[in-house]
Nanobody, 127 residues
């Protein structure tokens, strides 16, 4: 599985950005997807995840109510809509894919669940 993240950029606080992760490979329906981020000098942290079916989604408390994850199986893309951005959202954002069984989606909040990672896309939120 190959993942290509895009959509990062510079935005003012309160603004919005939409990140996309284009996935290529076989049997992508067997994968859950997640977004993680890493700010300068900090460890990588979980942001959001979506199950294989798209029926279950997870969010870090820091982004809940502001970010929304979705997947388009026909286009093999996963999108992270980010609204009401804050300076503390500044980070490199990574998308990742995890080969999990259909019911095993709670583990998608953990980075060690994931098998494939895309390159990061930088999000900078100015105050």
């Amino acid at each position: 599985v190959q993942l290509q993240a895009s959509g990062g950029g510079l935005v003012q606080a309160g603004g919005s950005l939409r990140l996309s992760c284009a996935a290529s490979g076989r049997a992508l329906s067997r994968y859950g997807f997640g977004w993680f981020r890493q700010a300068p000098g900090k460890e990588r942290e979980f942001v959001s995840a979506i199950s294989r079916s798209g029926g279950s989604t997870y969010y870090a408390d820091s982004v809940k109510g502001r970010f929304a994850i979705s997947r388009d199986s026909a286009k093999n893309t996963v999108t992270l809509q980010m609204n009401r951005l804050k300076p503390e959202d500044t980070a490199v954002y990574y998308c990742a894919a995890a080969h999990v069984i259909l019911s095993d989606h709670a583990r998608l909040i953990y980075s060690d669940t994931y098998h494939y990672w895309g390159q990061g896309t930088l999000v900078t939120v100015s105050s």
